[in-house]
T-cell receptor, first 115, second 111 residues
Framework: GAVVSQHPSRVICKSGTSVKIECRSL??????MFWYRQFPKKSLMLMAT?????????EQGVEKDKFLINHASLTLSTLTVTSAHPEDSSFYIC???????????FGQGTRLTVV | GIQVEQSPPDLILQEGANSTLRCNFS?????LQWFHQNPWGQLINLFY???GTKQNGRLSATTVATERYSLLYISSSQTTDSGVYFC?????????????FGGGTRVLVKP
């Protein structure tokens, strides 16, 4: 299967600072990547669709100014949590597929703790 | 609305037992996947199965797209099978390549 790598796997930051999370497709090019958020003992909730070379598409209720997404190349998407607050603490995970309507692969996830 | 429902929400098994997890979906689909989320949070791909039956070791899955459900079978369960199992669906009518996740089934296999 395809490999999607996410970094860092765990990060602790202070309130008010920004944190960048990277998602890379290692062995294929992905024009689209997806960012999810998962609360403890809950399912994955789609936050946004990252589109290479264009603006991300955010799901309803997700603050685009809080969660900045950049998809600068066909193998890298970044999610920046700006001015983080404790309520932003969560597990963030990205995914990508080789082609539209094909199998999706997920990164290892990033556990963010804001103190 | 468009929904993906998994049952049961929780499952406790004795090692060696067999079990069946179910995923119901509300509309026609292009893609259906089963995942196992391990204790570290990583989603492991189990099956890509929009229709038909597949087997991989002690796991197998069947999707009956016309009746809008999929089943995941775990045979001879082991403690390493513990974790959360998610079904995720790409609906025909979904914009882009967005997967919709079910609520998951939390499995605990006791030795």
């Amino acid at each position: 299967g395809a490999v999607v790598s996410q970094h860092p796997s765990r990060v602790i930051c202070k309130s008010g600072t920004s944190v960048k999370i990277e998602c890379r497709s290692l062995d294929f090019q992905a024009t689209t990547m997806f960012w999810y958020r998962q609360f403890p003992k809950k399912s994955l909730m789609l936050m946004a669709t990252s589109n290479e070379g264009s603006k991300a598409t955010y799901e309803q209720g997700v603050e685009k100014d809080k969660f900045l997404i950049n998809h600068a190349s066909l193998t890298l998407s970044t999610l920046t949590v700006t001015s983080a607050h404790p309520e932003d603490s969560s597990f963030y995970i990205c995914s990508a597929s080789r082609e539209r309507h094909t199998e999706a692969f997920f990164g290892q996830g990033t556990r963010l703790t804001v103190v | 609305g468009i929904q993906v429902e998994q049952s049961p929400p929780d499952l406790i098994l004795q090692e060696g037992a067999n079990s069946t997890l179910r995923c119901n979906f509300s509309d026609s689909v292009n893609n259906l996947q089963w995942f196992h989320q391990n204790p570290w949070g990583q989603l492991i791909n189990l099956f890509y199965i929009p229709s038909g039956t597949k087997q991989n070791g002690r796991l197998s899955a069947t999707t009956v797209a016309t009746e809008r459900y999929s089943l995941l079978y775990i045979s001879s369960s082991q403690t390493t099978d513990s974790g959360v199992y998610f079904c995720a669906v790409l609906f025909d009518k979904a914009a882009g390549n967005k997967l919709t996740f079910g609520g998951g089934t939390r499995v605990l296999v006791k030795p």
